[in-house]
């Protein structure tokens, strides 16, 4: 139902027979790894790293995997419907330290520092059928240390079907629904932008200078809404 690349060789796919799959295409014999949820899977998304993979399905349960083990890093049960919609991001040094206290907050900043991505902070954004969008923050695409969910936006009032990180510094995630964009600051979890929709919206994607957005409707048209 959904798949996803890590890298030029290698990508995630996810079935109504409640599987992930990561393969090779230097294999096509068998899969590299394979996981497993209690439910229809409905997206796969890798982190900006390549690290870790998170699915989500039918079960309601987001999860986080690592290639080095057979059982999740994190399991998120917040939504109490399925999740369509998974978004990742490094997190921005703002969310970072509003979240933390100082310590855990000079910690992350000196991890930012790193040339190793893999220590970076991290974003995961999740939407579901219970037309709210969660936002998670993660130490790490290695750490396995409890995540924390920042923000619980709740402004639709139909389910989720698209979700995106503003690029850069991650100021903004935009989610949509039947009939709304939304764009939240990612500073404080506010709604930063609204618009109305005419129809289902099927995906989201910023330029990558974050002024602009382009929406893909479900009557085969597209929108781009200039934001700055």
Not at 50 to 61: E, P, R
Not at 153 to 168: I, M
């Amino acid at each position: 139902m959904d798949g996803d690349w890590k890298s030029d060789g290698m990508f995630a796919t996810c079935s109504t027979d409640k599987t992930v799959l990561v393969c090779s295409v230097n294999n096509t014999a068998s899969a590299v790894k394979q996981f497993s949820h209690q439910a229809e899977v409905n997206t796969v998304r890798w982190d900006p790293t390549g690290t870790v993979l998170a699915s989500a399905g039918d079960d309601g349960i987001v999860k986080v995997w690592s290639m080095d083990s057979d059982h999740s890093l994190h399991d998120f049960r917040d939504h109490e419907r399925p999740v369509g919609c998974l978004a990742w991001a490094f997190a921005p040094p703002s969310v970072v330290s509003s979240a933390s206290n100082a310590a855990a907050a000079t910690a992350s900043a000196t991890a930012m520092k790193l040339d190793d991505n893999r220590s970076r902070p991290l974003l995961l954004a999740t939407g579901s059928q219970d037309a709210t969008v969660r936002v998670y923050l993660l130490d790490s695409a290695t750490s396995d240390e409890k995540a924390r969910c920042l923000y619980t936006l709740n402004k639709h009032a139909h389910p989720v079907t698209a979700l995106a990180f503003s690029p850069g510094n991650a100021e903004y995630l935009a989610s949509a629904s039947h009939d709304r964009l939304h764009i939240w600051s990612l500073k404080d979890g506010s709604l930063a932008r609204t618009f109305k929709s005419e129809g289902g919206i099927n995906d989201l994607c910023w330029d990558s200078t974050g002024r602009r957005l382009c929406a893909c409707y479900s009557d085969h048209t597209a929108y781009v809404i200039e934001l700055k």
